[in-house]
């Protein structure tokens, strides 16, 4: 079992030392600038393409940066953001209904379990509003109410509504926004888009991030891109569990290269469970199909009452239902936050009230919704969605009940920032999903839109302008013995899986892998299994090194390649993940160990010992630092959401 050691503590010294109000604001008027006509000497990459790194490429492009950009898909617009379904939430307060940026920032420091910086919150949810009023600008196609005006929801964890979204396809849309923004640019020549193009190390100069190392898919063919700072935006780590809604291409590779080059890693074991998936089907999937929260505004999630009922539905009277939701948390009802509404369908279906194969499901019913607003009302809102569930399922939503089941989502851990966005090695940004800054223990629906966006639209173009304003830099050519050492770093790990031989396939390691993680660091954890788990992850890992077979060679497009690639960081990840669950002797929001819990089995947190950031230090034995919150704003009290 890996042991670990205990550092200094960490601060952010970025956030300005004024009101919280004030905060966003004075840092923008203290960063330094770079004159207009000097941006186009200075190269910026970005990694990744979705809704963080398509906003930053393109702002950061129309500053006057020559931006280098990649992604791994055939085409920057399909970036897993297009996946993103219900909406994003933005402080307007069309509704009057009593929101405004204040309650944004409350609501997401209590969603996430108060473990999040309060700095950083404020200033996602008073961006909030800049986001909207930019993508309207864009042309996105936001839902309208009969005035003409921004249609709105609610999601989960709140009591407005302030989620605008374009029926179930708002990541699709926004993306286009971003892209059509990018692509102007990429026109222009002022980025340089390499698509099929994946990250393979991080190159680190004089301790500063000065470029990385890449791998052309297609061909195979690795080459070096040199800037004056890195920004990665390559989304979460979700498939290190197997099964997760994530695209099969989403990897943790750059940002753990990164973290090996000296980048530390925040909370790796806060990993999100979303609550409305469509459960799994069988051992052949490779992935799961989420299904938005906001069905959640007008499905109700029920079970039988009886242990073990196998009728259909529609065979099962109201009275013979349980609405669990609504019974145990009478106030937000099937609107409590994810994590609350994935362990209460988990325990429905544990105590033997599941639904469906094997009884890992619940029902999210229409029935009552259809029959008040109207099936076209319902179409409306929802209807992709429902096309999407009925041609999965071959089951009509419209006529029988949705069965849900909870999933691997989200991961609030990521690469450590500041207040600026910029890791621990100076010069590389993280930003969006990669980053961990701004959800705490558990992400509040409709919110990772907005973060993407707040970061690569307004926050990292100001925080990079800073860095590079405030630094001179050299030169550094191809020559360069820090590029030359990581090119071959790089090559040799290449030639190191493609020499293996063995008798195993890459997915079987992956698959493995991920159920151990389901099942002893998902949606519960206890120390002995923690303590199993991180004795069979090293096993596995020595296993795939030895018994792992990848097909074909390096120099052709080779995606077993890809994927061992990837999958030998996820055997790294795992074992950092477990470490931290297993140090963190609490539960909150997300991340749920049995040993805490309060009478009624909620999450029951340590605020005294664990009102910290782990932040992670890379190293055989890997070094612990912590990062004090400190809450001056929003007082912690134990959630409650009846």
Known sequence: MVQHHVGRPVSDTKAPDVALERRWDERRFTAKLVNPANRRRHRVIVVGTGLAGASAGATLAEQGYHVVQLCFQDSPRRAHSVAAQGGINAAKNYRNDGDSVHRLFYDTV?????????????????????????????????????????????????????????????????????????????????????????????????????????????????????????????????????????????????????????????NPCFTQIHPTCIPRSGVHQSKLTLMSESLRNDGRIWVPKVQGDTRSPDQIPMDERDYYLERMYPSFGNLVPRDIASRAAKNQCDAGFGVGPGGLGVYLDFGDAIQELGRPAIEARYGNLFDMYQRITAEDPYQVPMRIYPAIHYTMGGLWVDYDLQSTVPGLFVIGEANFSDHGANRLGASALMQGLADGYFVVPTTINDYIGSNTFDAVPAAHPTVQQTQRDGQARLERLLSIGGTRTVDSFHRELGLLLWDHCGMSRNESGLREALERVPELRADFWHSVRVPGEGAELNQELEKANRVADFLELAELMLVDALVREESCGGHFREEHQTAAGEALRDDARFSHVAVWEHGDRPVLHREELTFDHVRPTQRSYT
């Open 110 to 266: 209590k969603g996430g379990d108060f473990r999040s910086r309060e700095s950083n919150v404020y200033r996602l949810a008073e961006i909030s509003t800049q986001i909207i009023d930019q993508a309207v600008a864009q042309g996105v196609p936001f839902a309208r109410e009969y005035g003409g005006l921004l249609d709105t929801r609610s999601f989960g964890g709140v009591q407005v509504q302030r989620t605008f979204y374009a029926r179930g396809q708002t990541g699709q849309q926004l993306l286009l926004g971003a892209y059509q923004a990018l692509s102007r640019q990429i026109d222009a020549g002022r980025v340089e888009m390499h698509a099929r193009t994946e990250m393979l190390d991080l190159i680190v100069v004089d301790g500063r991030a000065r470029g990385i190392i890449a791998r052309n898919l297609v061909t195979g063919q690795i080459t070096t891109h040199v800037a004056d700072a890195v920004v990665l935006a390559t989304g979460g780590y979700g498939n290190v569990f197997y099964l997760s809604t994530n695209a099969k291409g989403s990897n943790a590779s750059a940002i753990w290269r990164a973290h090996r080059r000296g980048a530390y890693f925040a």
